[in-house]
């Protein structure tokens, strides 16, 4: 009986030590940002801030292109939870903005139409300078990034 739980807690460790979850990232954009973002990894002069959480931090500029120092990773993202976006660049005083989710989308245009949200990510792996990009737009714009 004891070796049961030998091999599941050795599975155990196994399975959690090869998680191939991404770090989580906190975004925070200028209040009035409207447009496309593109960050690009590996560069000597990028940020590379970490919070108290673990969470790596990015400060978007109003021209919305951010330099990393960190090497681009790939992996499983949740969404709205391993990336987080955020309009206002102190992080006591944001307000969140979310990834765009027709289903979520649709429950209530009429309030959602004028909601700014998160579109079209994405990420490139040509080497060596890798980017991560999307787009904050309203809601009420969600055609023009969908269909």
């Given at each position: 009986?004891?070796?049961?739980?030998?091999?599941a807690g050795l599975l155990f460790?196994?399975?959690?030590?090869?998680?191939?979850?991404?770090?989580?990232?906190?975004?925070?954009?200028?209040?009035?940002?409207?447009?496309?973002?593109?960050?690009?990894?590996?560069?000597?002069?990028?940020?590379?801030?970490?919070?108290?959480?673990?969470?790596?931090?990015?400060?978007?500029?109003?021209?919305?292109?951010?330099?990393?120092?960190?090497?681009?990773?790939?992996?499983?993202?949740?969404?709205?939870?391993?990336?987080?976006?955020?309009?206002?660049?102190?992080?006591?005083?944001?307000?969140?903005?979310?990834?765009?989710?027709?289903?979520?989308?649709?429950?209530?245009?009429?309030?959602?139409?004028?909601?700014?949200?998160?579109?079209?990510?994405?990420?490139?792996?040509?080497?060596?300078?890798?980017?991560?990009?999307?787009?904050?737009?309203?809601?009420?714009?969600?055609?023009?990034?969908?269909?």
């Amino acid at each position: 009986m004891k070796i049961k739980y030998i091999i599941a807690g050795l599975l155990f460790l196994l399975f959690t030590s090869c998680d191939n979850t991404l770090q989580c990232e906190r975004h925070f954009l200028p209040r009035q940002f409207l447009g496309k973002v593109v960050i690009v990894f590996n560069q000597k002069d990028g940020q590379k801030k970490v919070n108290q959480e673990g969470c790596i931090v990015y400060y978007i500029p109003q021209s919305g292109d951010c330099k990393s120092a960190l090497p681009i990773k790939s992996g499983t993202a949740y969404p709205n939870e391993t990336f987080r976006y955020f309009l206002g660049m102190d992080p006591k005083n944001s307000i969140e903005i979310f990834e765009f989710l027709e289903s979520d989308y649709f429950k209530d245009t009429t309030a959602n139409k004028y909601k700014k949200y998160i579109f079209n990510l994405y990420s490139g792996y040509s080497a060596p300078n890798n980017v991560f990009g999307y787009e904050v737009d309203y809601g009420s714009n969600y055609k023009k990034h969908y269909y």
